[in-house]
């Protein structure tokens, strides 16, 4: 059985860093915006209590978040020891493809939650515009929007990272 090539990292002492702060921001922004999301709830005049569950976009971006949280959380271990160790924990290209493509499909999949979470707010507001109860509601689902922006913004740093790491192959 041939043996796979192994990967030599390239020196680059702010490389490991980089990857593990915007990891860290990238988990800490998911958390508070899902936490955000799932308990901002707002109560109607017939009594019938609206959450993320109504509207399918909050679903899908919650879905999202997940998704992300998820996929971050598994990665943080080894860009801790990335970082404490200065060399990977598995030094081999198949490892340094998987966060290429799992970094980049987490960036594309934050970015459609961001478009998502922006545009329904913005037209659920214009529709809701009388009701103080859901303006609210609204304003408070573009905090947990922006957070999410910024969880989508550290997931394309860790993203560019791995890119260069991929690019760098020996």
Known sequence: ???????????????????????????????????????NK????????FTYKDI????YIMFAMVIGFAYTLS???????????????INHYKLLQYDFYGDKFLSYLL???VGAAFGVTADLKKTNESREK?????????????????????SVVSS???????????
């Open 75 to 89: 990665q943080i271990p080894f860009a801790v020891y990335y970082l404490m160790m200065g060399k990977r924990l």
């Open 56 to 59: 399918c976009s909050y679903k």
């Open 134 to 154: 859901f303006n609210n509601y609204f304003q408070i689902a573009y905090i947990s929007a922006g957070f999410l922006l910024i969880g989508f913004l550290s």
């Open 42 to 49: 707002v109560t109607s005049d017939v009594y019938r209590t």
């Open 1 to 39: 059985m041939s043996q796979l090539p192994q990967y030599e990292e390239p020196k680059a002492p702010k490389l490991p860093l980089t990857i593990l702060v915007s990891r860290v921001v990238t988990l800490a922004a998911l958390v508070v915006s899902v936490v955000i999301l799932k308990t």
């Open 111 to 113: 970015a459609t939650a």
């Open 160 to 170: 560019s990272a791995s890119s260069f790491a991929i690019s760098k192959r020996g």
